[in-house]
């Protein structure tokens, strides 16, 4: 069972940048396609960006898309997301996931973190 635990989050400025983390442990961390979802107030858990576990595939969302910038380390059993120029619209709190299948942009990944808060100020 592969277990996931987000950090980096944290309050940022409008066009300000961040990196999350994400860490993982157990077995065939890199034969496990990688992805970040983000969940705000009031809204749907929503796809961010994903890479498989070569890293030689990546996909985003339009809302991301050359913002955002998703990358693993198979050494480090780390997942890594690279946000610059955030918004407020970015605010969310952000899940970590993981499947031993290709690439996907819709949530049905195998094993989830407990998420890390990112807040975007005005």
């Known amino acids: 069972q592969v277990q996931l635990v987000e950090s980096g989050g944290g309050l940022v400025q409008a066009g300000g940048s961040l990196r999350l983390s994400c860490a993982a442990s157990g077995p065939s961390f890199s034969s496990h396609t990688m992805a970040w979802f983000r969940q705000a107030p009031g809204k749907e858990r929503e796809f961010v960006a994903t890479i498989s576990w070569l890293g030689r595939t990546t996909l985003y969302a339009d809302s991301v898309k050359g913002r955002f910038f998703i990358s693993r380390d198979n050494a480090k059993n780390t997942v890594y997301l690279q946000m610059n120029s955030v918004t407020p619209e970015d605010t969310a709190v952000y899940y970590c996931?993981?499947?031993?299948?290709?690439?996907?942009?819709?949530?049905?990944?195998?094993?989830w973190g407990q998420g890390t808060q990112v807040t975007v100020s005005s």
């Open positions: 996931a993981a499947r031993t299948g290709g690439v996907r942009t819709t949530g049905d990944y195998d094993y």
